[in-house]
């Protein structure tokens, strides 16, 4: 299977500031995605980033607070801006195996803490 | 809507011992697929197995098995003679098919699995 690595592992950031988390795939894949996991939650899907073109938006997420860029098929980021501690999760990207209903791979996501 | 139930929050089990944690799902689609997933205190999420709607077949790999019941909408996970290393939280997840032709995957709460020495 794909190796994923995402940058950076964690951070602490300030309120109001941005930060931008990279995604990187060792082979070309079509679908990436983005999601979201609250301290003790479950997942959530923030987004799915398609190369080429504008992300998809799940419900309750924008791209003025979560732009994504997805310039070709083995890179994506995703930029978590203006934040506040409600912001603080582990994002983590994913790809799809194969077809569409494949499994997904996750990287080993990023650790946000916003103070 | 869809939905997947992970009713059991935590589970504590001594090591040795089999534990079966529980999968519920709601779903409108007449395919889906069903997932679970091991995420470890390191963080990473480890796909164990995906399963359809049409397969109903019980699977088992090596200490761990899977019962799906399309009937009750369980998909159900059994680890037998659990060790420390199976401590993680695990999720299920269940597919939704859009109108775009693509899919999108719902995961479920998660069980916190404690094995004790």
């Known amino acids: 299977s794909a190796v994923i690595s995402q940058k950076p592992s964690r951070d602490i950031c300030q309120r109001g500031t941005s930060l931008t988390i990279q995604c990187q795939v060792d082979?070309?894949?079509?679908?990436m995605f983005w999601y979201r996991q609250q301290p003790g939650q479950s997942l959530t899907l923030i987004a799915t980033?398609?190369?080429?073109?504008?992300?998809?938006?799940e419900s309750g997420f924008v791209i003025d607070k979560f732009p994504i860029s997805r310039p070709n098929l083995t890179f994506s980021t995703l930029t978590v801006s203006n934040m506040s501690p409600e912001d603080s999760s582990i994002y983590l990207c994913?790809?799809?195996?194969?077809?569409?209903?494949?499994?997904?791979?996750f990287g080993p996501g990023t650790r946000l803490t916003v103070l | 809507a869809q939905k997947v139930t992970q009713a059991q929050t935590e589970i504590s089990v001594v090591e040795k011992e089999d534990v079966t944690l529980d999968c519920v799902y709601e779903t409108r689609d007449t395919t889906y697929y069903l997932f679970w997933y091991k995420q470890p205190p390191s963080g990473e999420l480890v796909f164990l197995i995906r399963r359809n709607s049409f397969d109903e077949q019980n699977e088992i790999s090596g200490r761990y098995s899977w019962n799906f019941q399309k009937s009750t909408s369980s998909f159900n996970f059994t680890i037998t003679a659990s060790q420390v290393v199976d401590s993680a939280v695990y999720f299920c997840?269940?597919?939704?098919?859009?109108?775009?032709?693509?899919?999108?995957?719902?995961f479920g709460t998660g069980t916190r699995l404690k094995v004790l020495a």
């Open positions: 082979s070309q894949v079509t679908m």
């Open positions: 980033a398609n190369q080429g073109s504008e992300a998809t938006y």
């Open positions: 994913s790809l799809q195996a194969g077809g569409l209903v494949s499994e997904q791979f």
């Open positions: 997840a269940l597919s939704e098919a859009r109108t775009s032709g693509t899919y999108k995957y719902i």
